[in-house]
């Protein structure tokens, strides 16, 4: 399974197929587009982040192998993994009073009763506490991250696929300046959507502008 259950997984699934009709195309270019070589970029960057991906997961394996334990803390029954959960478990004093009395008798039993300053120690005893472990399971985890490599490959391939949208959003802005070129960003468009679908943060608003790009060329040469 994959490091990423995200975008960047299924694209680095994807790495290392062809961008569709970009060989014959560009074989037959008589001037030069920007769409081309721009495409021929795209698909190197996505065989690096394939490798990239490949690595973080044989280290994300490394990791898994060490058997460590969950990064979470137990406090008063409930199992909490960041620091904001236990501070909103601690400062939770039950239903604000002004609801109170408009709700049925069973609500009450959710009142907490007011803390007598010991009580209020304790806890505060406890929040302390339960952040220390906290810090000391998460600190375990990222000194294991960093040991096997997991953290340095998977920072380079998450930062690698930062690239791979940024190259993407610069394609499709991209005006066409051949038959070619205009061929080309159509059938990108057409293969993103299929592999990605139109709800893709990165690049969604810039879909309807490259499809109207390559519109107005064939327009314009009719």
């Known amino acids: ?25 560009a074989g037959g270019v008589s001037a030069p587009d920007p769409i081309l070589p721009a495409l021929e970029d795209l698909r190197r960057l996505k065989d690096r982040i394939n490798g990239l991906d490949d690595a973080a997961q044989r280290t994300h394996e490394a ?56 009580q209020k120690a304790a806890r505060e005893a406890a929040r302390r506490k339960a952040h220390d472990e906290l810090d000391a399971i998460k600190r375990r985890h990222d000194e294991a991250k960093i040991a096997t490599g997991y953290a340095a490959a998977d920072g380079a391939a998450t930062e690698a696929f930062e690239r791979q949208g940024d190259a993407e959003r610069a394609i499709f802005e991209t005006l ?41 060329f064939f327009e314009g040469e009719a």
Do not use: Q
Request: charged fraction near 25%.
């Open 176 to 216: 066409p300046k051949s038959r070619a070129g205009a061929i080309a960003l159509l059938r990108f468009a057409a293969d993103h959507i299929e592999d990605f679908g139109v709800n893709d943060a990165k690049v969604e608003d810039v879909f309807p502008d490259a499809i109207r790009a390559a519109a107005d």
């Open 63 to 118: 990791l898994s192998e060490l058997g460590l334990e969950t990064p979470s803390i137990a406090l008063d029954g409930y199992t909490f993994a960041d620091h904001d959960a236990i501070d909103l478990h601690c400062d939770y004093v039950g239903m604000p009073e002004k609801n109170i009395d408009n709700t049925i008798a069973l609500l009450e039993s959710w009142r907490k009763p007011p803390l007598t300053d010991e």
């Open 1 to 25: 399974m994959k490091t990423h259950i995200s975008r960047r997984s299924l694209a680095a699934g994807l790495a290392l197929a062809p961008v569709a009709g970009l060989p014959a195309l």
